[in-house]
């Protein structure tokens, strides 16, 4: 199957500062990604949809100057948490669709970022 | 999307079948039922989708009442490498990449 691949799969970083996160689809172009995110025992949330050459769409609640996304190739998006807080500290995914192939997502391993 | 209630945790013995319903009595017409799995501290893995007629893959099938208000995801031989969140989700093909995650079906399979 599709391949999507995320970098780094942990981080840790002091209060304040920014940290960034590249989703890659390796074997795919994706037009469309999306940046979900998930706390401890809790679902995934989606926080923004990536779209290439625009600008990302954020889901209600996400602060579009917090969290920035890039889609500047079909083949990377990436998230930068900007002056990070504990808060922020949790489990970060991306995805891609491949068109291609029926219509399923396929997901990156996910990035742990801890805020310290 | 179309809302869906999942038992939030169940059971299983391995080398055994598993069983995992979902509801989704306000289902529409043109809305697919996806079901995905999360193993913990990974990102979430494709199983399987389908609109009316039953589904079967290498990973597992799933069965859609006619109606299409339920459906069940059926792991035929269940492995310890099984024990992970599965999620059942409705949405429209187009969109089928943009999902939106409910609670899911914790699945613990037992030696």
């Known amino acids: 199957g599709a391949v999507v691949s995320q970098h780094p799969s942990r981080v840790i970083c002091k209060s304040g500062t920014s940290v960034k996160i590249e989703c890659r689809s390796l074997d795919f172009q994706a037009t469309t990604m999306f940046w979900y995110r998930q706390f401890p025992k809790q679902s995934l949330m989606l926080m923004a949809t990536?779209?290439?050459?625009?600008?990302?769409?954020?889901e209600q609640g996400v602060e579009k100057d917090k969290f920035l996304i890039n889609h500047a190739s079909l083949t990377l998006s990436t998230l930068t948490v900007t002056s990070a807080h504990p808060e922020d500290s949790s489990f970060y995914i991306c995805s891609a669709s491949h068109t291609e192939v029926r219509g399923e997502a396929f997901f990156g391993q996910g990035t742990r970022l801890t805020v310290v | 999307d179309a809302k869906t209630t999942q038992p939030p945790s169940m059971d299983c013995a391995e080398g055994r079948a598993a069983n995992l319903p979902c509801n989704h009595s306000t289902i529409s017409g043109n809305e697919y039922v996806y079901w995905y799995r999360q193993i913990h501290s990974q990102g979430p893995q494709y199983i399987i989708h389908?609109?009316?007629n039953n589904e079967t893959n290498e990973m597992a099938s799933l069965i859609i009442t006619e109606d299409r208000k339920s459906s069940t995801l059926i792991l035929p031989h269940a492995t310890l490498r099984d024990t992970a969140v599965y999620y059942c989700i409705v949405t429209i093909k187009a969109a089928g990449n943009k999902l939106t995650f409910g609670g899911g079906t914790r699945v613990l399979v037992k030696p």
């Open positions: 389908g609109l009316k």
């Open positions: 990536s779209n290439e050459g625009s600008k990302a769409t954020y």
